[in-house]
C-alpha cells in the first residue's frame, strides 16, 4: 500500500495550491483519510480529515474557511485545496489513511502514511 502526495512548492502569502494524495496498492474508497503537517521543529498536526463519500469533513480550528479537502473514489485521490496561504503554512504536508470509517483528528489513530510534499509560503 503507497500513499503518494504532490502538488506542493513555493508560493507567495495570499497564493493558493492543490495538494493531491493516490493511493496505490488497495482501494480506501471506505475509508477516512486526512491530511497532516508538520513544520521543522514541531509536532505533526491534523490539517483536515474527510469521510469515504466526501459527504463529512472535519477542519483544524487554523484552517478557518481557507482550505477545503475532497476526494475522488473513482480514482483513488485525495485533495487539498489551500486559498490565502500564509507563512505559517509552511511544512511538509502529510496525507493519511485510516482502516476504519470515522472522522479524527489524531495521527496515531492512521494506519498508512505518505512520505509527505514540501509547502513554503514567503512573505
Known amino acids: 500500500v503507497q500513499l503518494v502526495e504532490s502538488g506542493g512548492g513555493l508560493v507567495q502569502a495570499g497564493g493558493s495550491l492543490r495538494l493531491s494524495c493516490v493511493a496505490s496498492g488497495r482501494t480506501f474508497s471506505t475509508n477516512a483519510m486526512g491530511w497532516f503537517r508538520q513544520a521543522p521543529g514541531k509536532e505533526r498536526e491534523f490539517v483536515a480529515a474527510i469521510n469515504w463519500s466526501g459527504g463529512s469533513t472535519y477542519y483544524a480550528a487554523f484552517v478557518k474557511g481557507r482550505f477545503t479537502i475532497s476526494r475522488d473514489n473513482a480514482k483513488n485521490r485525495m485533495f487539498l485545496q489551500m486559498n490565502s496561504l500564509k507563512p505559517e503554512d509552511t511544512a511538509v504536508y502529510y496525507c493519511?489513511?485510516?482502516?476504519?470509517?470515522?472522522?479524527?483528528?489524531?495521527?496515531?489513530?492512521?494506519?498508512?502514511w505518505g512520505q509527505g510534499t514540501q509547502v513554503t509560503v514567503s512573505s
Open positions: 493519511a489513511a485510516r482502516l476504519t470509517v470515522t472522522l479524527t483528528s489524531s495521527p496515531y489513530e492512521y494506519d498508512y
